[in-house]
């Protein structure tokens, strides 16, 4: 399933030559790769994005913290405004701020 949510907040336009162009905070304009947000498949440009506005795009809970999930299972918190450079395949997740119930 691939989300349109994604996108839902951002106007698309097409470029010179066809392709789609995404207009919104930092203009990414890579071409689209698979990420993932609690095993639920996001189609992104590839990019540089910040944490707040992957928690926009994912829809994450009010308040919830998002992670990065390493390649070997790690999860490491996003502080905010950190900027993470969108790849392939990338893995996300998201959880209450500690001392907090889910």
């Known amino acids: 399933m691939t989300s349109d949510a994604a996108h839902s907040n951002l106007k698309a336009s097409t470029g010179r030559d066809g392709d789609p162009v995404r207009e919104g905070p930092g203009n990414h304009l890579g071409p689209f790769v698979t990420v993932y947000y609690k095993e639920t498949p996001f189609e ?54 500690a001392g907090h119930s889910s």
């Open 44 to 97: 992104l440009r590839r990019g540089v994005y910040t944490t707040e506005e992957l928690i926009t795009v994912f829809s994450a809970p009010a308040g919830y913290l998002l992670d990065l999930i390493g390649q070997d299972g790690e999860f490491r918190e996003l502080k905010p405004g950190e900027k993470i450079k969108i790849r392939k395949d990338m893995e996300f997740s998201s959880h209450p701020p």
